[in-house]
């Protein structure tokens, strides 16, 4: 039978030495990709959303460009943390499907690569497409969403998420106060109210379970509201 992995959990010490991401950063990757509107709003929230997907950003352009209006988001940030750019944060792109457009005008969206939820039979791991992988988990016993068990966010993935959040907060001024309210459908993110939401905060169930409130993800906003 096949090990699971169940993720290991760390303090806030652990997120406590964050800085701003510098733009010169060797790690930023610009992307091929011209979807998306260069029109330049005022920026009030970050939204963070992942693939349910492998590694990179192929299939998740390959998805996006079936549409016809713009659909994307600014980053895909890799499971190695490699922050892959696809258009500025100051531009946008449809990537809240709430209805409310001016909501995707005022945000700024980071996808985090992973598979999201995830079912177990004997002992191996299956995503939602049937296909087996080999992760690291979060298990919820009461379940998220309906569901138990999601791929975890790796370390190397928060700590540049973290590090892309304390730059926007520097540039565009978004209040990097925990919002406790981000896992579930929020009245507040609804109506604009600064900070990081997930989408989950926009959208009801059954539609989307992104993100997941993994423990090492918490702790880490937790910690960088206080480093602001």
Known sequence: MAEIKVVIIYGSNKWSDLKSLRLNDEDLQMVDWDRYYKEEHEKRQIV???????????????????????IGTCVIIERDGTINQLFSSKYWAYHLGCGKPWLDKTSIGIELDNWGQLTEKDGQLYTVYKSKVDVPIVHYPEGFRGEQIYEAYPEAQLRSLGELLLLWNKNYKIPLIYNEDMWDVSKRALNGVGGIWAHVSYRPLPQKFDVHPDPNLKSMLRTISGLV
């Open 48 to 70: 963070l959303h992942h693939t349910v997907s492998g590694p990179g950003t192929r299939g998740d352009l390959i998805t996006w460009k079936k549409y016809k209006s713009n």
